[in-house]
């Protein structure tokens, strides 16, 4: 039985601005259980803002694949990982518990959908995300993503053009539905002043106008309006969703921030609304998201965005993950 790791950086196609940064490097921890000549594989993508970096996953990884005893026993693990360190290190436990999941999946010689008994159709369309950076830039993003066949366009916003930059892109994509993402950036007068805009753009989802522990806003804010709320930065951990009930009307949850799939399945059912999210990840990272196609919403795009995705297998049909056919995560190597 054993835990390797090796540690790769991806980049997106273009720099992915948000509010807080733009960014175009992203380093990612692929870690390889193998036990009785089965592998299983997983991915860590750590995120500063919620305390991990590759530094980090490198050197808690040891501790926590410890826990990684029996593949087969799914929830025994979330106990092993949570009484070897309680707090922290999402991204870790992460990699570890679908690296198991993959590895029970793989044993068994079917994909791992089938193995947890999840429907075989595609899962919920998912949004691209059109990230921040020069007006044309974004423009272009949102033309040719609405002629790759997406329907749902995630949009960031939390600069001082964001009026400008949603009339664009509804210009360029009027037909699709569209969700804003403000990353925390925006104050309440600001977010007031938005309500109009985001009305007239015809925008379906407001995901974390505020910031993150500014939750009597949040809550104001719906009952100003009748625009749905998302959670992101707001949630940290699942047992902090039934708290964020109040201030808003839906989640969105990462696997990677959450610390796995089984916490990702947690959060949907304390949640008010879910939607399955992810960090800019590998389509390995990626295919894990897929786990929880019980969600009412997607934003699975993270490896769309990259330039360099080191793994191939993944199937989009218009903006839908199909499940994959071949055994495990059902993606390998390029
Ligand atoms: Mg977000």
Not at 278 to 293: T, W, Y
Request: with cysteine; net charge negative.
């Amino acid at each position: 039985m054993s835990v390797r790791r090796e540690t790769l950086e991806l980049h997106t196609a273009r720099p992915f601005g948000i509010a807080r940064w733009t960014h175009s490097t992203y380093p990612r921890t692929f870690v390889t259980f193998e036990s009785g000549g089965v592998t299983g594989r997983g991915e860590a993508a750590p995120n500063a803002y919620y305390g991990e970096t590759v530094a980090t996953v490198a050197a808690v990884l040891p501790l926590l694949a410890g826990a990684l005893t029996d593949g087969w026993d799914w929830d025994g693990l979330q106990e092993r990982l949570g009484a070897r360190m309680p707090g922290g290190h999402p991204s870790v436990k992460c990699a570890l518990e679908t690296a198991a999941v993959e590895w029970a999946a793989s044993s068994a010689g079917v994909p791992v959908w089938r193995r947890l008994g999840l429907s075989p159709a595609p899962i919920l369309e998912s949004s691209f995300t059109v990230g921040l950076g020069p007006l044309e830039d974004m423009r272009r993003e949102a033309r040719e993503a609405v002629a790759r066949g997406h329907g749902v366009l995630k949009v960031k916003l939390g600069t001082n053009e964001d009026e400008a930059i949603l009339e664009a892109l509804r210009e360029e994509a009027p037909g699709v539905a569209l969700r804003v993402d403000a990353n925390a950036a925006w104050t309440r007068p600001q977010v007031r002043r938005m309500l109009g805009v985001l009305d007239a753009a015809r925008v379906e989802l407001l995901e974390q106008p505020l910031a993150a522990g500014d939750l009597e806003g949040h809550a104001e804010l719906r009952r100003l309006s009748s625009l749905p709320l998302a959670a992101d930065e707001s949630l940290h951990r699942v047992p902090d969703v039934p708290r964020l009930a109040g201030a808003f009307d839906g989640v969105n949850l990462k696997l990677a921030k959450l610390g796995g799939a089984a916490a990702g399945a947690g959060g949907r059912a304390a949640g008010p609304g879910a939607m399955m999210g992810c960090m800019i990840e590998s389509s390995r990272g990626i295919a894990a998201a897929h786990l929880a196609g019980l969600c009412d919403g997607a934003d699975l795009d993270g490896a769309l965005l990259l330039g360099d995705d080191p793994f191939t297998g993944l199937e989009w049909q218009a903006g839908r993950l199909a499940r994959p056919t071949g055994v495990g995560w059902g993606v390998e190597w390029r």
